[in-house]
């Protein structure tokens, strides 16, 4: 079992930047790749990152390509997604997610409950 808890969201304006954390336990999380995803009101959910277990490898949505950076700390059992230059369509929950390297929900096996992020114009 694995228990994945975000943090960080909040209300910011347009061109704010804001860092998103995960925070993971319950199994060994350096073994496993992570995402982030997104899902916007009356959207389906978007595929926003994802690193690989080392965090050698990353990869990202064209949508925030150049603007969000993912990284994370194998010992702090825990992933971040920085977002600068923040647009009023980035308004979305955020999710991680424990899985497989890629940009596909079904790679991923756990997910977290999701922070609220909100960019006014």
């Known amino acids: 079992q694995v228990q994945l808890v975000e943090s960080g969201g909040g209300l910011v304006q347009a061109g704010d930047s804001l860092r998103l954390s995960c925070a993971a336990s319950?199994?060994?999380?350096?073994?496993?790749?992570m995402g982030w995803f997104r899902q916007a009101p009356g959207k389906e959910r978007e595929f926003v990152a994802t690193i690989s277990w080392s965090g050698g490898s990353t990869f990202y949505g064209d949508s925030v390509k150049g603007r969000f950076t993912i990284s994370r700390d194998n010992a702090k059992n825990t992933v971040y997604l920085q977002m600068n230059s923040l647009k009023p369509e980035d308004t979305a929950v955020y999710y991680c997610?424990?899985?497989?390297?890629?940009?596909?929900?079904?790679?991923?096996?756990?997910w977290g409950q999701g922070t609220q992020v909100t960019v006014s114009s």
């Open positions: 997610a424990s899985g497989m390297y890629g940009s596909s929900e079904n790679m991923y096996g756990y």
């Open positions: 319950g199994r060994t999380f350096r073994n496993y790749a």
